[in-house]
C-alpha cells in the first residue's frame, strides 16, 4: 500500500464501530451504597441477594422492533419479578429509576391511563425464577426506545410474600446506558 492511500485510510481505521443494533449488559446486583455505582442495585436483599447476576439483551436489529430477554441468577426461588423499562437511571432511593419507559408518553405522571399504560406503549416482562433462583424472560415490541430515554430495566417485587414486599415495590434495578 502506497503512503498516501495509508494516510488517507487512517482516520477510517480511527474511527469508533457503528452502535451495535444488539446490547448485552451483563451485572452482578450489589447495594447501592457500594463504595463503586454498581450497574445492578439490590433495594430488597431478600429477593434479589448480593451478588445474583442478571444478563439483559436487548436486540434492536429489525427496524421499528426490539426484543429484551432477561436471564437472572441467584435470585429468589420460585419467585415472580414483573420487569419494565425506566426513564431514569438506578440510584440508592428506587424511585431514582423514575417513571414506566413509554413508547407513546402520556402527558400525566405517574401514568395510569390504559391509553398510555400498557403492554403495546411499554416493554414489560415477568420473570419467573425456578427453585434454584435462576430464570429467563423475553418479550418484544413494536417500537424502539428514543435514544438515551430507556435508561435501566427494573424488577419488581411480583406476588406480595408475607413479611416481604408490596407487589409493586421496586426490588432491583439494572443500568441499561453507561
Given at each position: 500500500m502506497t503512503a498516501p492511500l495509508a494516510a488517507a485510510l487512517l482516520p477510517l481505521a480511527l474511527l469508533a464501530p457503528a452502535a451495535s443494533p444488539v446490547s448485552v449488559v451483563e451485572a452482578d446486583f450489589d447495594p447501592a451504597t457500594a463504595f463503586v455505582p454498581p450497574s445492578a442495585v439490590s433495594y430488597a436483599a431478600d429477593l434479589v441477594p448480593?451478588?445474583?447476576?442478571?444478563?439483559?439483551?436487548?436486540?434492536?436489529?429489525?427496524?421499528?422492533?426490539?426484543?429484551l430477554t432477561l436471564?437472572?441468577?441467584?435470585?429468589?426461588?420460585?419467585?415472580?419479578?414483573?420487569?419494565?423499562?425506566?426513564?431514569?437511571?438506578?440510584?440508592?432511593d428506587p424511585a431514582s429509576s423514575?417513571?414506566?419507559?413509554?413508547?407513546?408518553?402520556?402527558?400525566?405522571?405517574?401514568?395510569?391511563?390504559?391509553?398510555?399504560?400498557?403492554?403495546?406503549?411499554?416493554?414489560?416482562?415477568?420473570?419467573?425464577?425456578?427453585?434454584?433462583?435462576?430464570?429467563?424472560?423475553?418479550?418484544?415490541?413494536?417500537?424502539?426506545?428514543?435514544p438515551g430515554e430507556a435508561r435501566s430495566l427494573v424488577l419488581h417485587a411480583g406476588t406480595p410474600v408475607a413479611g416481604r414486599h408490596g407487589a409493586g415495590d421496586r426490588v432491583a434495578c439494572v443500568k441499561l446506558e453507561h
Amino acid at each position: 500500500m502506497t503512503a498516501p492511500l495509508a494516510a488517507a485510510l487512517l482516520p477510517l481505521a480511527l474511527l469508533a464501530p457503528a452502535a451495535s443494533p444488539v446490547s448485552v449488559v451483563e451485572a452482578d446486583f450489589d447495594p447501592a451504597t457500594a463504595f463503586v455505582p454498581p450497574s445492578a442495585v439490590s433495594y430488597a436483599a431478600d429477593l434479589v441477594p448480593y451478588g445474583s447476576h442478571a444478563v439483559v439483551v436487548t436486540d434492536r436489529s429489525v427496524p421499528g422492533r426490539t426484543v429484551l430477554t432477561l436471564t437472572a441468577s441467584g435470585l429468589a426461588p420460585d419467585h415472580e419479578f414483573p420487569a419494565h423499562l425506566h426513564t431514569g437511571g438506578c440510584g440508592a432511593d428506587p424511585a431514582s429509576s423514575g417513571p414506566h419507559y413509554q413508547d407513546l408518553r402520556d402527558p400525566v405522571q405517574p401514568s395510569t391511563d390504559p391509553a398510555y399504560a400498557n403492554e403495546r406503549n411499554e416493554l414489560r416482562l415477568v420473570l419467573r425464577t425456578d427453585e434454584r433462583g435462576e430464570g429467563t424472560a423475553t418479550t418484544a415490541v413494536d417500537w424502539q426506545p428514543r435514544p438515551g430515554e430507556a435508561r435501566s430495566l427494573v424488577l419488581h417485587a411480583g406476588t406480595p410474600v408475607a413479611g416481604r414486599h408490596g407487589a409493586g415495590d421496586r426490588v432491583a434495578c439494572v443500568k441499561l446506558e453507561h
